[in-house]
T-cell receptor, first 115, second 113 residues
Framework: AQTVTQSQPEMSVQEAETVTLSCTYD???????LFWYKQPPSRQMILVIR??????QNATENRFSVNFQKAAKSFSLKISDSQLGDAAMYFC????????????FGEGTQLTVNP | ETGVTQTPRHLVMGMTNKKSLKCEQH?????MYWYKQSAKKPLELMFV???????ENNSVPSRFSPECPNSSHLFLHLHTLQPEDSALYLC????????????FGQGTRLTVV
């Protein structure tokens, strides 16, 4: 069974600084997807970034980028130039490469952005 | 706005009540999901429907009964719930054409009294 682990229950960062959230996962599959979702107090789960396991290049979306280490089964999220609106719960998630496949989530990391 | 709409946003029900949660998407997705989010726990997958067929039931008690009448609608029928069923219930949808991205609704906050 696949598992996803986020070892940082809480993180904080100063506005305009950079923060990295950690995620590790366990799977025997070779093809899969990894995601970071953001859940602000509004409860809406918002997709931040996605990585295909077959791609060696790390995904980037504006201020958000990942460090994907397939051999180490590590998938960290880097937020650059942090903004107050980045404050939220961040979830790392795994999905097999099949439509209708489950998303397996980590426990989440609560990110606080200090002005 | 993700294109996935859940109603109601909040629901308080007694243990003897019967209620239903509704999820609707018009994104052309062919897979829909129910997740349960409890405090201090990871999101738990409850049910998966793909092409209107239930493909996964993650050992959910029978007091939760899903229904997928078509690819755009998903329901979760609730009856004789327990206080420990109080949680945020999230619906999601996905499709291969979106690169297997799952889009979530805003959830229904359920309180069982």
């Amino acid at each position: 069974a696949q598992t996803v682990t986020q070892s940082q229950p809480e993180m904080s960062v100063q506005e305009a600084e950079t923060v990295t959230l950690s995620c590790t996962y366990d799977t025997s599959e070779s093809d899969y997807y990894l995601f970071w979702y953001k859940q602000p107090p509004s409860r809406q789960m918002i997709l931040v970034i996605r990585q295909e396991a077959y791609k060696q290049q790390n995904a980037t979306e504006n201020r958000f980028s990942v460090n994907f280490q397939k051999a180490a089964k590590s998938f960290s999220l880097k937020i650059s130039d942090s903004q107050l609106g980045d404050a939220a719960m961040y979830f790392c998630a795994y999905m097999r490469e099949t439509s209708g496949s489950r998303l397996t989530f980590g426990e989440g990391t609560q990110l606080t952005v200090n002005p | 706005e993700t294109g996935v709409t859940q109603t109601p946003r909040h629901l308080v029900m007694g243990m003897t009540n019967k209620k239903s949660l509704k999820c609707e998407q018009h994104l052309g997705h062919n897979a829909m999901y129910w997740y349960k989010q409890s405090a201090k726990k990871p999101l738990e997958l409850m049910f998966v429907y793909s092409l209107e067929e239930r493909v996964e039931n993650n050992s959910v008690p029978s007091r939760f009964s899903p229904e997928c009448p078509n690819s755009s609608h998903l329901f979760l029928h609730l009856h004789t719930l327990q206080p420990e069923d109080s949680a945020l219930y999230l619906c999601a949808s996905s499709h291969p054409g979106t690169g297997v991205k799952a889009f979530f609704g805003q959830g229904t906050r359920l309180t069982v009294v």
